[in-house]
Each structure stands twice: as structure tokens, then as C-alpha cells.
């Protein structure tokens, strides 16, 4: 196998908005970034992962560009982000930003002049249809925020089409010179010294038939995914993506995607894919109905959140690798998704944090989830600023749900529950601002906080720490970066468990996900005690002929086994 430079690198995601505001008007900044790079430094992180500081209107908090060669003025400017990605270079840190290449900003001057007339040379940057006869839009694509996909312009009498917000429309890859103007764009800030990129909703760039599509909600709509996600073709426009642009440099990439197909995933990632890495999301929405069932929560257990980790493992075993994560800025908290309100605590968050961060991959820690921040139940929908949740909100009033029960379908799932702003202190604001925050802080930052973190050897905070300093800098770092993954104890409703092995060495993860004492009994000798999330105990029981113990409520250890 060629080794790449990445594939022992722990990732961090900024959520810029939301991370540190340096000029005091609300919002997160890339001074604010640079303000907190010794903090990252000494978690110990390679790479961040940067959510888009494009120039925007920021209806989607900045996946929505209106000029992919400016920064948006609220977050700094082009100066800023180049001392960014240079002092973050002094510190061993490079940074990948966020492709959003689907659509543009209805704001963009492309779509400004594809919008004037069907004759406009820009016209055929953007996907134009003419309603049906009878004046309705195209097809009855639901967009992924809810309602028609498609927006009707009084201009030209035709609709365009938006996969996402109507703010959001997708740039047509059938186009060969709107191709080019993106590669265009993606190096010239290669040229600016990326680490690499995060590649936003590319599944959906390949539309295909433009028919309508079997309705599948109580709006009588039929969701987009089946018709523009991941459609026959979409490979060759991908590589043509990488041939004419990543390919040339030594950076990595990770594509999101969506698909449950395993042979598409493999088709996406690894060297011979388009991309380094995807973003798989089996195991992360596991708690979400499909269909017109899709504001229910979704019943599952351990031995299913197993199954579908363990796919992940398989589906990118071998020469491809796999992303680690429990959170990003699209989803809730994991602490409130993976435990009971009442179970959260500092060793069931030390237990997630651990299984997830020494399987084989690469592991993203979302800003805050390094702190154990978790999710925000605010009163009033007003109080939420993502579009997403608005549209969540009027989709499920209009399918009949009643207001309480909207509200605790946006409790669970509502993107702004992981865009809170970072709790840096018990300071006013939390320390992210002297000005009141763009949105609204979690209440529990006077408890919750770096600084209380980093006063604490026993805080989440030094766990992600040492979790990376094993993967980075320890006996087992080749063990835990490249072993093979071997899952155990599958059908074990309370237990995780799993071997990694490389070259005759083998670790051995088990991790009680629950609130009660449970036995564990394996035939593997124990040879050292590596991690626990209980320090203060006496591990000498567990050095024994087989693995025969009691592991406390939450318990988990990492050992070297024979
Ligand atoms: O997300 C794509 C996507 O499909 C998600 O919107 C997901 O379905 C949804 O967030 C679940 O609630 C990407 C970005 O990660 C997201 O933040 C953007 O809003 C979206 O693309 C549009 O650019
Ligand atoms: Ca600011």
C-alpha cells in the first residue's frame, strides 16, 4: 500500500460562526480561528476542517457562495485567511476548506445572468425547465429543506432547480465551460496551500430524467434523492473533477456522500476513486425514518449501531479508509443521540469518544465534542436560525404533527443543536463574544467549558487527548492507524468490543455503552492496560489467562491482548 501523508492525521471541523469571535459583533471569525490554534495545537490535531468562509448571503450559513474567490466579509478577509492557513502551518496544522460545488448562491453573478434571459451565455450554468402544462413546477421533486425543488422565475417563465434552499440553485455539470470555471476555482486555492478539501454534497451533481418520481409524503412530493443523488454517470464527472484538479496536488479529500450502496462507496473512495475518504452516515442516522415517516424517531438498539459500524469497517477494510465520526455540524450532539438524557456523564462520554476514535480510519472531532457539549432545547422556534429546522418545522405542522410535537422532533434532530456557539469559559457569552451571539449559547456553558476542561486531568478534553496521542505518538500508533479490524461480541446487546491487529500485535477495545455492572468474558490474555475511562482502579484482577471481568456502568479499556 502507498502511504499517504494523512492516514495517521486526526481531523478537527470549525463551524466558523460558531467557534471564536475576535471582533466582538456576534459571529465567529478566521481571527478568532488563529486566536485558538495553541488550543488546537494542544489537543493535537493535523487538520482542520474548515465549514465555508466564502463570500455569502448566508442564508445557509455560508453554503450558499455568491463569489468562490472572496471571503465573506462578516468572517475577515482573503489576507486573514492566508495568515490563517500560515500560522496554522507554523504549527504543524494545514487546513482543508469546504467545496460547495452542487450550487451557488442565487446571489452569485452566474445565476444573475442565467436568470435574465434563455439566451443568456450564463444560461446553461444552472438547470432551467418549463412548468407543465398546467403551470406546475417540472417534476415533484421535494428539495432537501422541504417543498418543490424547483423555483419559478417571472423573468423568464421557466423554473430553475434547487436540490436544497430555493436561495441554493444547482449548477449544471452537463455544462462544459461552467466544468472549467470550477476547476478554475478549486486551484487557485490549491495554489494558496490547502491541505486539502471537504467536498459538500456532491452526490447530488448528476441529475437524471427530470420525470416525477413516486410521491412519498402527505405534501405529495416525492424526495429528490432518488432522482439526482448518486445518478449513472456521475463517476466520469468526477474524475474529470480529479484529473483536472486534485490530482495534481498532495492533498486530501472527502467527499460527502449519501448512498447506503456499499459498491458505490467504494466506486467514490480510495485511490482509485475520485476522492480519499467519504463521509458515511449509517451509523450516525440510524435514528432517522425514511419516508413520509421521517419526523419519527427511528427505533434501534446496540447490536444494530454495531451492525452498521462494522459495515462501515468492511465497506473501506483493506486499501481504502474509513472517516471516524460521531458528529458534525449537520447533526445533533452524540451524547444526546447515543445515551439517555439522564446517562450523560463524564465516562459515557469518554466511552463514546473511545470507540469511535480507535477503529481504523480517520477520525473527526466536530468543535465542542471535545468538551462534551451537547444539545440545546430552546422554547421558542424563533430562537433557531437554521433554515433546515424552519423548513423541518413547516413540513411536519403541515403533515399534522401538533406544536409540542414538532418542537421535540427539533430538539433531537435541529442542525443549530451543534452550532451553538464554542463554550470557552463560564465568562458572559461563554467567552465566545462580548457581543450577544448570532445564535443563542446552551445554557450549561457555566459548566461546560475549555477552561474548566483544561483545569481538570480527568476531563473529556485530556481523554481526546490521549485517544490522539495513542494514534499519533505511542507503541501502538501503527497497531490502532493501520491494524485490521475485528468486531466482537456482536450480538451482545450491552457490549462493544473489538480487535485491532497488525503484524502479530493485537489491541483489544471493550466498552460497556451501559448504565449498569456487565460481565465480560473472552478468551484473550491480557498484557497490558493501555486506556480506561476509570483511572483510579485496580487493574491487577485483569491480568489473567482470559479476559473474565466486571466492567462498571459506562467502563471501557483498551488493552494489549495475546
Ligand atoms: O449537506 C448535505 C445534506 O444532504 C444535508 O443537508 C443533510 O441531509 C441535512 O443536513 C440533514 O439535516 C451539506 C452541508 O453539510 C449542509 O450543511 C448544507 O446545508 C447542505 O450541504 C447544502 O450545501
Ligand atoms: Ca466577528
Known amino acids: 500500500m502507498t502511504e499517504k501523508w494523512w492516514h495517521d492525521s486526526v481531523i478537527y471541523q470549525i463551524y466558523p460562526k460558531s467557534f471564536n469571535d475576535s471582533n466582538n459583533d456576534g459571529i465567529g471569525d478566521l481571527r478568532g480561528i488563529i486566536e485558538k490554534l495553541d488550543y488546537l495545537n494542544r489537543l493535537g490535531i493535523d487538520l482542520i476542517w474548515l465549514s465555508p468562509v466564502f463570500s455569502s448571503p448566508m442564508k445557509d450559513n455560508g453554503y450558499d457562495i455568491d463569489d468562490y474567490y472572496a471571503i465573506a466579509e462578516q468572517f475577515g478577509s482573503m489576507e486573514d485567511m492566508e495568515e490563517l492557513i500560515a500560522e496554522a502551518d507554523k504549527r504543524g496544522i494545514g487546513i482543508m476548506m469546504d467545496l460547495v460545488i452542487n450550487h451557488s448562491s442565487d446571489q452569485h453573478r452566474w445565476f444573475k445572468e442565467s436568470r435574465k434571459s434563455k439566451d443568456n451565455p450564463k444560461r446553461d450554468y444552472y438547470i432551467w425547465k418549463e ?12 428539495s ?15 423554473y430553475y432547480l434547487h436540490t436544497f434552499a430555493e436561495e441554493q440553485p444547482d449548477l449544471n455539470w452537463e455544462n462544459k465551460e461552467l466544468r472549467q470555471e470550477l476547476y478554475q476555482l478549486v486551484n487557485w486555492w490549491l495554489d494558496k496551500g490547502l491541505a486539502g478539501f ?7 451533481i448528476k441529475k437524471s430524467g427530470f420525470k416525477d418520481q413516486e410521491v412519498n409524503g402527505p405534501d405529495g412530493l416525492s424526495s429528490i ?15 474529470e473533477l480529479k484529473a483536472e484538479t486534485f490530482s495534481n496536488y498532495q492533498i486530501v479529500t472527502v ?29 450516525v442516522d440510524l435514528d432517522l425514518s425514511e419516508g413520509s415517516e421521517w419526523f419519527k424517531a427511528r427505533d434501534w438498539d446496540l447490536i444494530e449501531l454495531k451492525e452498521r459500524l462494522n459495515e462501515i469497517q468492511k465497506t473501506y477494510a483493506g486499501k481504502r479508509r474509513a472517516t471516524l465520526f460521531w458528529e458534525n455540524h449537520d447533526q445533533p450532539r452524540s451524547l444526546n443521540k447515543y445515551l439517555n438524557e439522564t446517562e450523560i456523564n463524564e465516562r459515557s462520554i469518554k466511552m463514546l469518544a473511545a470507540v469511535f476514535m480507535l477503529q481504523r480510519g480517520i477520525p473527526f472531532i466536530y468543535q465542542g465534542q471535545e468538551i462534551g457539549m451537547s444539545n440545546v432545547k430552546f422554547e421558542n422556534i424563533d430562537d433557531y436560525q437554521d433554515l433546515a429546522t424552519h423548513g423541518l418545522y413547516q413540513e411536519a405542522l403541515k403533515a399534522g404533527y401538533d406544536k409540542e410535537e414538532v418542537m421535540e422532533v427539533v430538539w433531537r434532530r435541529s442542525r443549530d443543536n451543534s452550532r451553538t456557539p464554542m463554550q470557552w469559559s463560564d465568562a458572559e457569552n461563554a467567552g465566545f463574544s462580548e457581543a450577544e451571539p448570532w445564535l443563542k449559547l446552551n445554557p450549561n456553558y457555566q459548566q461546560i467549558n475549555v477552561e474548566e476542561n483544561l483545569k481538570d ?3 473529556v478534553f485530556y481523554f481526546y487527548k490521549e485517544l490522539i496521542k495513542l494514534r499519533k505518538n505511542s507503541p501502538y500508533q501503527e497497531i490502532i492507524v493501520d491494524g485490521k479490524y475485528q468486531p466482537l461480541l456482536k450480538s451482545d446487546p450491552n457490549l462493544i468490543a473489538y480487535l485491532r491487529e497488525k503484524e502479530g500485535e493485537r489491541l483489544l477495545l471493550a466498552a460497556n455503552f451501559k448504565n449498569k455492572e456487565v460481565e465480560i468474558n473472552l478468551d484473550y490474555q491480557v498484557e497490558e492496560i493501555i486506556l480506561s475511562n476509570y483511572p483510579e482502579f485496580d487493574y491487577r484482577a485483569l491480568k489473567a489467562k482470559r479476559l473474565d471481568y466486571q466492567l462498571s456502568p459506562f467502563e471501557t479499556i483498551l488493552l494489549k491482548v495475546k
Open 131 to 142: 412548468p407543465k402544462a398546467d403551470g406546475s413546477p417540472p417534476t415533484n421533486w421535494r
Open 144 to 158: 432537501i429543506f422541504g417543498g418543490s425543488a424547483w423555483t419559478y422565475d417571472q423573468q423568464t417563465e421557466q
Open 198 to 204: 471537504r467536498v459538500d454534497a456532491i452526490s447530488y
Open 225 to 239: 434523492f432518488e432522482a439526482s443523488a448518486n445518478q449513472p454517470g456521475i463517476l466520469n464527472l468526477l474524475d
Open 255 to 283: 467527499a460527502e456522500l449519501y448512498t447506503e450502496d456499499n459498491k458505490r462507496m467504494q466506486e467514490f473512495a480510495g485511490d482509485a476513486g475520485p476522492f480519499d475518504l467519504v463521509f458515511d452516515f449509517r451509523h
Open 457 to 459: 486531568d480527568n476531563s
